[in-house]
């Protein structure tokens, strides 16, 4: 029969979950669990709605046209129309949409502002990264100055999009204008979205 010193292997068990702990947390650093760590950016805890652009001048919300969405049956009933296998896929929390109206040269237009929050600042960025569902454009270029964690300029025929991502947010901007003012109508959109999520 085999017998067990209880004292030696108490000791023995202790001691390897001592080294199994102190191996995580040299790899993990804790794994975003110590609440006192401002080494970096903070990132923001609100709803998608809560940045959308209040005070854009020359630039007013469409009455009625804000949409938002908790669910996949929201998101695809009255958001996304029928494209929301990409949200489902990347877990996302909440969704929010605005349009505003102004002029670009003169010129009457609109633009489109959704902000998708997910699980993750890794998983707002596969979603920014994603070709499964054609969310990454095929063609873009980097926008300067640059806006969040990564961003990027598409331009298509008629419109620009702008989209970044900021922690756990991808942002998405719609101008219909292709000039240099549409752009920096969507970079004053950008900006103004960055620093709510900065506050």
Known sequence: MLELDAGRASRSVRATLLILL?????????????????????CPSA????????????????AGARETATT????????????????????????ARAVYEGSVQGSPTSL???????????QALAMYNDTQYGIKPATS??????????????????????????????IKLYVNDTSDDGLSVLQAFAASIEQEMSQ
């Open 22 to 42: 102190a191996g995580w947390v040299a790899v993990c650093g804790g794994c975003g669990g110590d609440d006192d760590d401002k080494s970096g950016p903070a």
């Open 47 to 62: 709803h998608p709605e809560d940045f959308l652009p209040r005070n854009v001048r020359g630039w007013d919300e469409l």
């Open 72 to 95: 996949i049956p929201e998101l695809q009933a009255t958001v996304v129309d029928g494209g929301y296998q990409a949200y489902e896929l990347y877990g996302f929390q909440e969704f």
């Open 112 to 122: 489109d502002v959704q902000i998708t929050e997910l699980p993750s600042p890794a």
């Open 141 to 170: 270029e980097p926008v300067t100055p640059p806006v969040g964690d990564a961003s990027r300029l598409a331009r298509s025929i008629g419109t620009l999009t702008l989209d970044f991502v900021k922690c756990s947010y991808w």
